[in-house]
């Protein structure tokens, strides 16, 4: 049986991590669009074998500035992570003030494209209450993108788009919109990552979005871990006792009553550090040549405070791509769960966000690639939530 693809188009592509899990999804991409000249060298470095996509496809250009004309009325899905500084917890949280806020531009593209399906990646923090009005903004600019143009205040947009009804545009100038906050590590990512998922489909369509649920529980590795004990047979290790008063607090309610635990128990455990990385050779020191691609050991570092690493045997803390200078903080590794602490190299960084190790990364330094991969989506969460759109939009096309 032949396999059809759906068209799709992306903006901020960053290092391909929607772009790649939206392919293995089932999506053929018309166009990536980036302005990161690293970034862009890494779509280009994979993009023909790893996305069946000529390099020509990927743009290293500002999105504003791309053509859209060409794909308008012709796309399947429009997909982007805009830049999430604007509302980050470790930015300026300046969000529409911000010369860097996206939004505008992604949601111009929606006006000129009108693709049957929309997905964008964010950082938890656009849900914040001080930026309600702006989130408001956005969704409803996504439900009637013909209703205001975003050349004016969008505050003054805002009370336009509070007045908006169904009944002033047809339904293929309308959206069902859903919004989602979401834990990567919920969906089998080896990296506690909290993101907001907005959904959105034309009204023609008839889909409303829903949430997908969980397929792993942390409720569910700690009782592999610390009640079952199979998780440590299965890396040959004796238990290591490294988990704080919640976590033990957990593990002794389980213990007392698994049947009030049975819902997160019937999923999967979460995937840790170790599942994720512990089958890769040990990282050569930097100046040496590398045995294995993009794994080379980053020199330098150390505990601080509110920078502690990860664990090797939870879900990573969140890959961040750093503000200033090198990024280093969270992207660090408790070798052994001690105190000793090594930097993640690119590579473990890579398989955190379940990139495939086919996928190389193109950077002058570490930090470089590093801040590709904290600012990228986790190729597993494009690919489960590309695969539900994707499903969602056929099953109405009866394609």
Excluded at 204 to 211: A, M, N
Aim: hydrophobic residues 35%.
């Amino acid at each position: 049986m032949k396999t059809i693809s759906l068209h799709s188009l992306e903006l901020f592509s960053g290092a391909g991590g929607l772009a790649l899990g939206l392919h293995q999804a089932g999506f053929s991409h018309c166009a990536l669009v980036e302005w990161n000249s690293h970034a862009t060298k890494t779509l280009q470095l994979n993009c023909k074998k790893l996305l069946g996509l000529c390099p020509s496809a990927v743009h290293n250009k500002d999105a504003r500035s791309f053509d859209l004309l060409p794909w308008a009325g012709k796309l399947d899905l429009l997909a982007g992570g805009p830049p999430c500084q604007p509302f980050s917890t470790g930015g300026k949280n300046l969000a529409n003030l911000d010369p860097r806020d996206m939004f505008p531009t992604f949601l111009n593209a929606i006006r000129v494209t009108r693709p049957k399906a929309i997905l964008i990646e964010n950082v938890k923090g656009l849900i914040r209450p001080r930026f309600a009005d702006y989130l408001e903004y956005i969704q409803k600019r996504i439900e009637y993108p013909f209703c205001v143009d975003g050349s004016s205040a969008f505050k003054d947009e805002l009370d336009c788009l509070r007045k908006a009804n169904e009944s002033g545009f047809v339904p293929d100038e309308q959206y069902n919109v859903g919004c989602f906050l979401i834990d990567t590590a919920d969906y089998g990512v080896p990296q506690r990552r909290e993101r907001v998922l907005i959904v959105a489909y034309r009204k023609d369509l008839g889909i409303f979005p829903q949430k997908i649920p969980p397929s792993h529980s942390k409720e569910s590795l700690l009782h592999s871990q610390y009640i079952e004990s199979d998780y440590w047979k299965r890396h040959e290790l004796a238990p290591m006792s490294f988990l704080g008063p919640q976590a033990k607090k957990l593990i002794a309610a389980i213990s007392k009553s698994p049947e009030s635990f049975k819902d997160k128990l019937a999923l999967a455990p979460w995937n840790t550090v170790r599942d994720a990385i512990s089958n890769l050779p040990s990282p050569v020191s930097r100046g040496h040549p590398e045995v294995f691609p993009n794994h080379v050991q980053h020199p330098g570092a150390r505990i601080y405070p509110g920078h502690i690493g990860s664990y090797h045997d939870y879900p990573a803390k969140a890959l961040k791509a750093g503000t200033h200078g090198t990024p280093g903080g969270e992207n660090m590794l408790r070798e052994n769960n001690s105190d000793n602490v090594r930097y993640f190299t690119t590579r473990e960084a890579a398989r955190l966000h379940t990139f495939p190790d086919e996928w190389h990364f193109n950077g002058e330094t570490w930090g470089s690639c590093i801040t590709q991969l904290g600012n990228a989506v986790p190729v597993k969460i494009a690919k489960i939530w590309g695969e539900r759109i994707k499903s969602d939009v056929m099953r109405k096309e009866k394609l």
